[in-house]
C-alpha cells in the first residue's frame, strides 16, 4: 500500500513526505506548505492535531487548486 511516487496526478516523482494517508513529491510537499500557510496559523495549529484519515479532504482540496495556480494567467480566486 505504500505509494512509489508522488500522488498528484501527472506528478512521476518520487516521493518525500506523507500528506494524509498519501505520499507527495518534496515540490508538492512545500507547495501543500505553502498553501496551508496561506490559510492562516489557526489552520496549521488545526492541522498538526489532526490525523491522516482527517488530513485525507484537506489534502484533496489542496490538490484541486494545483492545476489552477499552475496557469500563470489565471488570475488568483478570492475566497
Ligand atoms: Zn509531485
Redesign the pocket.
Known sequence: MHDL????KG?Q?RVYAPAGTHS??R??FLAYLTWRRRKGPQMFMKYAGMTMEERDPLVAEWANTIRIEEAPTAPAPKS
Do not use: L, P, Q, V
Open positions: 511516487t508522488c500522488m498528484i506528478c516523482t507527495i513529491c515540490e508538492h
